[in-house]
Every structure is written in structure tokens, then in C-alpha cells.
């Protein structure tokens, strides 16, 4: 199966696959976080890509299959440009349009705890991989491998040498993963914010 996959920078007609995908992400990273159907949550993650120029485009790969079906994403912050806005203006009134009033709160008050908490400062000169997500109808495959490879090979190619992620300290398997392609923790949030916020933990890992 893997060889008939192709990695592909995405483009602007790849959005409605992106936040579907991107939907299970957060389903499974923070649950409840975003309430409401699956469609209006996309509806809303679709605003955050396309915000500011499709900024949610930008150094964002897909790999597909053989019939241009896009099975997973990762995203790359690079140095010296804007990062990547999680929540651009008018996210908020995009959600009480589509989400409505309470599941908007709740996605606030995600926000809210969720910036309490401060990642380390990352290594000068490393790109910072995010939104990474496999369909989750076909994980377990080896296809997070196969991105994985195709992003640090991208990364490599730009002349980086060193690609940093964070991932919630509870999420194990997430954790498993990226230690097995070779990811070490280098810096993990203080535990005296645990009980307001999601401990997070930063991971690095040198592609020269």
C-alpha cells in the first residue's frame, strides 16, 4: 500500500479534507474542547486555516493515496515567520455563529487554560512540526511513519538540521511514537500549573 503514497504541498481546495482531519486531532488531544456536530466543528477549523491568507497552509503537507484521497497532515512553523495562529480575529464570533453560544464558552475557556501555560523557547534554527494527524480509519497502518518521514526529508532539504514538536504529557501514545523515530523530551511545563492547565512536554530531534 505505502508505495503508492505521495506527499504534496496542500493547497486551498485540500481545506475541507485538512479540517476533517484536523477534528479528530483535537477529539482525541482534548476532548470536548470543541463542541458541537463534526461538520460545524470543521466549519470552524476551515476559518482558522483560512485566516490571514491561509495561513493554516502555509509549509502544511499532505500525504495521499494513489486516488488523490488525502489520508494524513502535518504543518511546519519555520524560523523567522509568523507562527501559525491557532485562534486568528474573529475566531470567536466565527464560533458563536456556527458552534453557538455555550460550546463557544467552553472553547474559550479551553483556550484559556491552554495558554497558561508557556513552551520553552525552541532551539534557534529548528522548525517546529504541528497539527499532525493520520485518518483515524486507517491508523495503525504505518502511515504516521511514512509522513514522518517525508516531513523531517522536507525539512532536511530546507537546510534545518533539528525539528522540535510538543505533545500533551498525558497522551502516551503520542508520546511512544515520536521516541520510537527518535524524538527525546528536552523540557516539560512546570508541574505546579498540572491542576489549571494540560502538561505539556517538548520534544526535539536532529535530522542532519
Known amino acids: 500500500m505505502h508505495h503508492d503514497l505521495h506527499i504534496r504541498a496542500a493547497r486551498p481546495e485540500d481545506l475541507v479534507q485538512i479540517s476533517d482531519l484536523l477534528t479528530q486531532l483535537y477529539a482525541a488531544e482534548l476532548p470536548g474542547a470543541l ?4 461538520d460545524k466543528q470543521a466549519e470552524l477549523l476551515r476559518f482558522t486555516l483560512a485566516a490571514k491568507n491561509n495561513q493554516g497552509l502555509r509549509h502544511r503537507y499532505v500525504l495521499c493515496d494513489q486516488n488523490g484521497t488525502i489520508l494524513a497532515t502535518a504543518a511546519l512553523d519555520m524560523p523567522g515567520e509568523p507562527a501559525y495562529e491557532r485562534a486568528p480575529d474573529g475566531t470567536i464570533a466565527t464560533a458563536l455563529k456556527v458552534l453557538g453560544v455555550g460550546h463557544t464558552v467552553r472553547l474559550l475557556l479551553t483556550v484559556a487554560r491552554s495558554m497558561l501555560v508557556h513552551p520553552n523557547e525552541r532551539p534557534a534554527g529548528s522548525a517546529l512540526l504541528h497539527s499532525v494527524v493520520v485518518d483515524e480509519a486507517i491508523r495503525g497502518q504505518g502511515l504516521g511513519r511514512v509522513l514522518m518521514a517525508e516531513i523531517e526529508a522536507k ?10 514538536l510538543q505533545v500533551l504529557v498525558a497522551n502516551q501514545p503520542a508520546h511512544r511514537f515520536y521516541q520510537e523515530l527518535g524524538y527525546q523530551p528536552y523540557w516539560r511545563s512546570p508541574s505546579y500549573l498540572s491542576a489549571l492547565s494540560w502538561p505539556i512536554m517538548m520534544l526535539r530531534k536532529e535530522i542532519a
Open 155 to 164: 525539512v532536511r532539504a530546507s537546510g534545518m538540521t533539528t525539528i522540535v
Open 35 to 38: 463542541g458541537g456536530t463534526h
